[in-house]
């Protein structure tokens, strides 16, 4: 059930258009990512969702409230904690008066402010901090408080633009988990803004991915990875060998279909959304991720998309080899989990999956 | 650490104990000499606190000082709102008009007001002539006047700090409050004015310590009993009488205590709050908002009638220079070149020791700035904390102290005040931190590599100081060139107390004009020339270093 609706969502400034009519249902209490390269339109949308910018078309729908067709609802009445990419917390507030600001405002007791801000802090592990300034804390302790800054007032809606960000690699790792649980036990719908992929993999029930202010493709991480969309989703999440090819034929029983590329008259790629409307003839991109390509050192019998190549070089990147084949000059990216023997020059043989392969464009 | 460092570490230091450390301990040694015994003591800082009259002219001047603080900030903070938020057209204008008065001399004020609003003056004459008034309103003869003349000079330090402030914390600190269900006042008073305490303290330190410094507008408004007017004339007028001398110096010496005091706290404070805050992917259109149509109305009307205010000075200004024999008229009725060509013909001397005075001062500024800001931000040479905070503190010491120091120690033994050399060396004291900050901030702007690639090609230190540093620092440093020269054109404070005949500036030019003869039209068309080479300077300055905003605001070095 949709609990924020983004409605044809437009906004530009002055000629750049940040959001293109984009269209987006976040599902109750799930965790949503807007995942992008950088200018996308990522903050954009989120700061429409706060109200921090006024679209010029559109409307955002809150729990079945209209935040601009009935009249602008400010940020101040929408109910949602956010966190700010560099975190906002005010530096001439102790811990204790960051994170009880909003429920002063809403005029909850004092007893109780002294309670929830106690446990959210013990939520986000810094308990006993709360007599410190933002500045006598860690960058990853400063994250934690504009977290708990905006989760303490049970907020309907939690935004996050880019919060681990302006952290070092090892900590956001372990950041990511903590969010993630600690957001789905309290069962927040949250909209999360990175450009990291693998952050998003790892955070997200459902992935948005936006270029230049479109919506690329919608859905599960797993889908997104193993079904992409287009040439641009599959670039930006993994790796993928793309291999200009031109389409031979559309196969009329399996939906399958043969292309030729410039080290093969046959190479047979998956049927896909896309192959319905393919034309002979057509120039597309015949893609394959690197894990899903075998090598032999000696050619192996009856298999479909077997090629020789000459390796061209290696890369050990510790848990895994990548091996540079060149197929009559197209270069293929493989990943292999173990050591191979093979010098660089020497010939080998690979098999491109037709069930892996993808006609992307 | 090279020996050259070293060296030139030793020669700047030579150079601060001797027109910096040794005039200032003067000052302070002869503050506890006793007139009466000839001995030493403590005395007269006794009687300074115990005589009534001592006690009430300190009282005075710290209330004065903390009404014109208060005035500042009322007005100030939302004039600097306005500048810095509010979308609106003529905004470099009013800007410029409002930061008008940080470069032009304090008397020109004065003496304009005077004309405008004294008891016979303009705007009491027409109320009368209008009938709205039968006998004159008392606008500016005490306390309240005085406080209204120092708050409009002082009033750009107030809304220059704070429209920075404004301008630059980071938005997402207001965004997160808005989230967070703030709104409007809420949001302003809790968030946004305490986020700019740092930059407003920078500020209103310097105004707070302006009615320690200064003592001409008090004296010309009849109003002597302020620490810095009784300093002045206990020591210029009563040097035969120690007694007096004495506590004219003791006068000094709390002024400079009570400033000092206070700038280093406010140093303090500002280190300790500086916000840091990183500032990276915020999405926002800045904070220039649009006001609705009645509030932006307010917002015009307001600016309006302090830009009058302040385009009063060089309004009335030049009425009076191109008139004679204006009393008793709203307006000036004979129009006469005569004053100009008193100035031009008969005392051309005074403009002529203007420049020169304020062209060696920077040089010896130029000569000596520099190297202290190339050891400050490329070496490593221990005590350069110390120097840089030694000069800093000249920021904080009131002209007076200057002057009588340099007075006290140039006179016996080392005689140089009797050589016109003292008074561009005063000047250059008195301005030099101003400088500092300047050529300070243009050398950490300059990548070191340039000057290692220098280095590496086979030049020698002072080589690539002379080929690469300095044609890289200049347009920086030109702008705190312009800057350093204006202020030390208008540099009344130090010099009054150190110049003999012929050494007159125009400054000195202008206060014996209206000391001695109450010659407005002369002193007047004198300010006004002041005010047309100012501009021309301000004018280069913008050009070279782009408007006149930034030179003024970089010259306070914040
Ligand atoms: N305040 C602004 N003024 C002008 N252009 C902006 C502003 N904010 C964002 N943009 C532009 O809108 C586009 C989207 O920006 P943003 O939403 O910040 O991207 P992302 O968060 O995905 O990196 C970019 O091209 C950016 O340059
Ligand atoms: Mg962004």
């Known amino acids: 059930m949709a609990y924020i609706e983004i409605q044809n969502l437009y906004k530009r400034y002055k000629k750049v258009v940040a959001v293109n009519r984009i269209q987006l249902e976040v599902n109750k209490g799930e965790m949503l990512t807007l995942l992008g390269p950088s200018g996308c339109g990522k903050t954009t949308t989120l700061r429409c969702i706060a109200g921090l910018e006024k679209p010029e078309e559109g409307d955002i729908v809150i729990d079945g409230k209209p935040m601009l067709s009935q009249g602008f609802v400010p940020p101040s009445k929408r109910g949602i904690g956010m966190v700010f990419q560099n975190y906002a917390v005010w530096p001439h507030m102790k811990l204790f008066s960051n994170i009880a600001y909003g429920l002063k405002i809403q005029k909850v007791p004092k007893p109780e402010i002294r309670d929830r801000v106690h446990q959210v802090l013990e939520l986000v592990g810094l308990s006993g901090l709360e007599a410190r300034y933002p500045a006598q804390l860690s960058g990853g302790q400063q994250q934690r408080v504009a977290l708990a800054r905006a989760l303490v007032s049970n907020p309907k809606v939690l935004l996050l633009d880019e919060p681990l960000s302006n952290l070092d690699a090892k900590l956001r790792e372990g950041l990511r988990f903590e969010i993630k649980s600690l957001v789905r036990r309290m069962g927040i719908t949250s909209v999360y803004v990175t450009h990291d992929q693998a952050e998003a993999m790892v955070i997200s029930d459902r992935i948005v991915v936006m270029e230049s202010g479109n919506v690329m493709q919608i859905g599960k991480p797993q889908d997104i990875y193993k079904r992409p969309a287009n040439k641009f989703v599959a670039d930006f999440i993994g790796t993928m060998n793309f291999i200009e090819a031109e389409v031979e034929e559309i196969l009329k029983d399996s939906g399958a279909v043969t292309v030729r590329t410039g080290f093969s008259e046959r190479m047979l790629c998956r049927r896909s959304d896309a192959s319905v409307s393919l034309q002979p003839g057509e120039k597309v991109f015949a893609s394959i991720r690197p894990e899903d390509v075998d090598v032999f050192a000696e050619p192996p019998q009856g298999r479909e998309n077997m090629y020789k190549g000459t390796l061209a070089h290696k890369a050990y990147l510790g848990n895994f080899l990548y091996l540079f084949v060149s197929l009559d000059g197209t270069m293929i990216r493989v990943q292999v989990s173990h050591h191979m023997p093979e010098e660089e020059g020497q010939e080998l043989y690979l098999v491109l999956h037709p069930e892996k392969c993808m006609i992307l464009f | ?558």
């Open chain 2, 1 to 558: 650490m090279s020996r050259g460092n070293l060296i030139l570490a030793g020669a700047l230091w030579l150079v601060v104990a001797f027109l910096v450390i040794f005039p200032l301990s003067i000052l302070v040694v002869e503050s506890f000499k006793i007139a009466e015994t000839g001995g030493w003591g403590i005395d007269n800082y006794l009687e300074f606190f115990k005589d009534t009259y001592y006690f009430k002219t300190f009282a005075n001047t710290l209330l004065l000082s903390t009404l014109v603080l208060l005035t500042t900030t009322l007005f100030g903070v939302p004039l600097a709102y306005i500048l810095a938020r509010y979308r609106h057209r003529g905004k470099t204008i009013f800007t410029a008009l409002i930061l008008l008065p940080i470069v032009l001399p304090a008397f020109a004020g004065v003496f304009a007001f005077i004309i405008f609003f004294g008891k016979y003056g303009t705007l009491n004459l027409i109320l009368m002539d209008i009938g709205l008034i039968d006998t004159p309103i008392n606008f500016i003869y005490g306390l309240h006047g005085l406080v209204f003349i120092q708050s409009l000079h002082m009033l750009p330090f107030i809304v220059l700090g704070l429209s920075a402030g404004f301008t630059n914390i980071d938005p997402s600190f207001e965004e997160a409050a808005e989230v967070e269900g703030a709104s409007g006042y809420r949001r302003f008073f809790t968030i946004t004015l305490p986020l700019c305490t740092p930059s407003y303290l920078a500020g209103a330190v310097l105004v707070f310590l302006w009615p320690f410094t200064d003592w001409l507008t008090p004296l010309i408004l009849g109003q002597v009993d302020f620490l810095p007017s009784i300093s002045y004339l206990n020591i210029a007028y009563h040097f035969t009488d120690l007694h007096r001398k004495y506590m004219g110096i003791v006068a000094v010496v709390v002024s400079s205590i009570v400033c000092i005091s206070l700038f280093l706290l406010a140093r303090w404070w500002v280190e300790r709050k500086k916000y840091t805050g990183l500032s990276k992917g915020t999405t926002s259109e800045g904070r220039v908002i649009e006001p609705s149509a009645p509030v932006k109305v307010g917002a015009y009307v307001y600016m309006v009638l302090v830009a009058i205010l302040v385009l009063l000075i060089p309004i009335v200004l030049g009425l009076a220079a191109f008139s004679r024999r204006w009393v008793f008229e709203p307006l000036p009725t004979y129009w006469t070149l005569e004053n100009f060509r008193l100035i031009l013909l008969e005392s051309p001397v005074l403009i002529k020791n203007s420049f020169l005075y304020s062209g060696i001062a920077l040089i010896f500024g130029i000569a000596f700035g520099l190297p202290v800001a190339y050891l400050i931000v490329r070496t490593r040479v221990p005590g350069k904390d110390a120097l840089d905070f030694v000069i800093t503190l000249m920021l904080a010491f009131p002209g007076i102290a200057i002057g009588v120091s340099y007075l006290l120690a140039f006179w016996e033994g080392i005689p140089l005040a009797q050589y016109w050399i003292i008074m561009p060396l005063a000047l250059f004291a008195r301005r030099l931190p101003y400088f500092l900050r300047m050529a300070h901030s243009s050398y950490l702007q300059l990548d070191p590599s340039l000057e290692e690639a220098s280095e590496v090609s086979g030049a020698g230190k002072l080589r690539t100081f002379f080929s690469i540093s300095l044609p890289l620092l200049l347009k920086g440093v030109l702008v705190g060139v312009v800057m350093f020269f204006i202020m030390a054109f208008q540099e009344i404070s130090t010099a009054v107390f150190l110049y003999k005949g012929g050494w007159e500036t125009l400054p000195i030019g202008i206060y014996l004009n209206w000391h001695r003869g109450m010659e407005f039209g002369i002193a007047a068309a004198m300010a006004f020339l002041m005010i047309v080479i100012t501009f021309i300077l301000l004018l280069i300055i913008s050009r070279i270093g782009g408007g006149v905003l930034k030179a003024a605001w970089g010259a306070e070095g914040k």
